[in-house]
T-cell receptor
Framework: QQQVKQSPQSLIVQKGGIPIINCAYENTAFDYFPWYQQFPGKGPALLIAIRPDVSEKKEGRFTISFNKSAKQFSLHIMDSQPGDSATYFCAAASSGGYQKVTFGTGTKLQVIP | DADVTQTPRNRITKTGKRIMLECSQTKGHDRMYWYRQDPGLGLRLIYYSFDVKDINKGEISDGYSVSRQAQAKFSLSLESAIPNQTALYFC??????????????FGAGTRLSVL
């Protein structure tokens, strides 16, 4: 059972474009939504995160948009650069229970010069 | 993250062999995890441990076992490797004081091929 659905699986954009990666969740107990970035040969690392009490969060060129009623959230990368080429994972976690993190299936982004 | 070290980085083995993947951390975190990454399937949790005496199965634990030798060490074993266990394996840690944030700190991964 995939609790966090992520799309697209892969994405190619030109330098300066704005790639958008979408995620949807089912469990309303989730209250923390991080995005992880993974470069080839490396482990994933936290990029940016949001809580459901806000609809948008920006950190540099990265923006998360959150729609609580639709149970959807997305990552936008402004002015994308070739160095942003990586695999991006959305995720969700809850305060209760064992606080496990559930990851999406990943999006491989390629930014062409 | 250099604070989470996985060995070996690459491993090729044959069907039926027993292998162990090792993870050690210097972050002082109590919580440790083993994930498996497959193309199109993302990161799936195999086992997790919240302290030396607390080990739990994740969503895909069949065919795997773990050992938490110390706070800093968490090993994953494949008792009898099979080809569909070919994947990229990640160890991760987290700090429980982070609450629901539960930020995961990953090692660099072990690429395992079972022939």
């Amino acid at each position: 059972q995939q609790q966090v659905k992520q799309s697209p699986q892969s994405l190619i954009v030109q330098k300066g474009g704005i790639p958008i990666i979408n995620c949807a969740y089912e469990n309303t107990a989730f209250d923390y939504f991080p995005w992880y970035q993974q470069f080839p040969g490396k482990g994933p690392a936290l990029l940016i995160a949001i809580r459901p009490d806000v609809s948008e969060k920006k950190e540099g060129r990265f923006t998360i948009s959150f729609n609580k009623s639709a149970k959807q959230f997305s990552l936008h990368i402004m002015d994308s650069q070739p160095g942003d080429s990586a695999t991006y994972f959305c995720a969700a976690a809850s305060s209760g229970g064992y606080q496990k993190v559930t990851f999406g299936t990943g999006t491989k982004l390629q930014v062409i010069p | 993250d250099a604070d989470v070290t996985q060995t070996p980085r690459n491993r090729i083995t044959k069907t039926g062999k027993r292998i162990m993947l090792e993870c050690s951390q210097t972050k002082g975190h109590d919580r440790m995890y083993w994930y498996r990454q497959d193309p199109g399937l993302g990161l799936r949790l195999i086992y997790y441990s919240f302290d030396v005496k607390d080990i739990n199965k994740g969503e895909i634990s069949d065919g795997y076992s773990v050992s938490r030798q110390a706070q800093a060490k968490f090993s994953l074993s494949l008792e009898s490797a099979i080809p569909n266990q070919t994947a990229l394996y990640f160890c991760a840690t987290s700090d429980p004081s982070g609450g629901s944030q539960n930020i995961q700190y990953f090692g660099a991964g072990t690429r395992l091929s079972v022939l």
